[in-house]
């Protein structure tokens, strides 16, 4: 492994369903995040987390949760996927403090019918 | 309340010419900015940055100008190359109330570099 990887690279899901989408990194980053992509409002963040152990809230955190039981990973959940989160899912991890480069994962293209 | 703004959405440069690619923001409490590039299917990978307290960054051929006063920042690209073609993304940075390293993205410009 060398960065971050995301898991799947895509996904067609069924509006109800629950989904996880992996995220790892191996740079030893203490903070990571998750951002979507969508045509038109640029990269807005969904949650983060500063440390294995905590999370916090972005701005469009409803529907998702988070959470960060080691360093490496920080898997994202959409526990009952809605259309609106059809999106492009892209993680990112930086060091903590400062203002640091983010690295980011390829992303996950995620549709929701 | 779109804070970084990038009013063009595209942008057609000839190969050796210059590209300048601009972004406005709103909220003065922004003290670090970057400017972030993206190829198709894959994630935005770091560029340059440029904090508050400058008003220009060069690395090779990527320069930044930063005026606090407008509230304006662009990024020049000179000469244009046929691999710069690629969406960029510029963003600003500062510590929110969470304390968490807070940045807004623009929603992004895509530059065509024609040879």
């Known amino acids: 492994i060398a960065g971050i990887t995301q898991a799947p690279t895509s996904q067609i899901l069924a509006a109800g369903r629950r989904m996880t989408l992996r995220c790892t990194q191996d740079m030893r980053h203490n903070a990571m995040y998750w951002y979507r992509q969508d045509l038109g409002l640029g990269l807005r963040l969904i949650h983060y987390s500063n440390t294995a152990g905590t999370t916090g809230k972005g701005e469009v955190p409803d529907g998702y949760s988070v959470s960060r039981a080691n360093t490496d990973d920080f898997p994202l959940t959409l526990a009952s996927a809605v259309p609106s989160q059809t999106s492009v899912y892209f993680c990112?991890?930086?060091?903590?403090?400062?203002?640091?480069?983010?690295?980011f994962g390829p992303g996950t293209r995620l549709t929701v019918l | 309340d779109q804070q970084v703004k990038q009013n063009s959405p595209s942008l057609s440069v000839q190969e050796g010419r210059i590209s300048i690619l601009n972004c406005d923001y709103t909220?003065?409490?922004?003290?670090?900015f970057l400017w972030y590039k993206k190829y198709p299917a894959e994630g935005p990978t770091f560029l340059i940055s440029i904090s508050s307290i400058k008003d220009k960054n060069e690395d090779g051929r990527f320069t930044v100008f930063l005026n606090k006063s407008a509230k304006h920042l662009s990024l020049h690209i000179v000469p244009s190359q046929p691999g710069d073609s690629a969406v960029y993304f510029c963003?600003?940075?500062?510590?929110?109330?969470?304390?968490?390293?807070?940045?807004?993205f623009g929603t992004g410009t895509k530059l065509q570099v024609i040879p």
């Open positions: 963003a600003a940075t500062g510590v929110s109330s969470g304390g968490y390293q807070k940045v807004t």
């Open positions: 909220n003065s409490m922004f003290d670090y």
């Open positions: 990112a991890s930086s060091e903590v403090g400062g203002y640091n480069e983010q690295f």
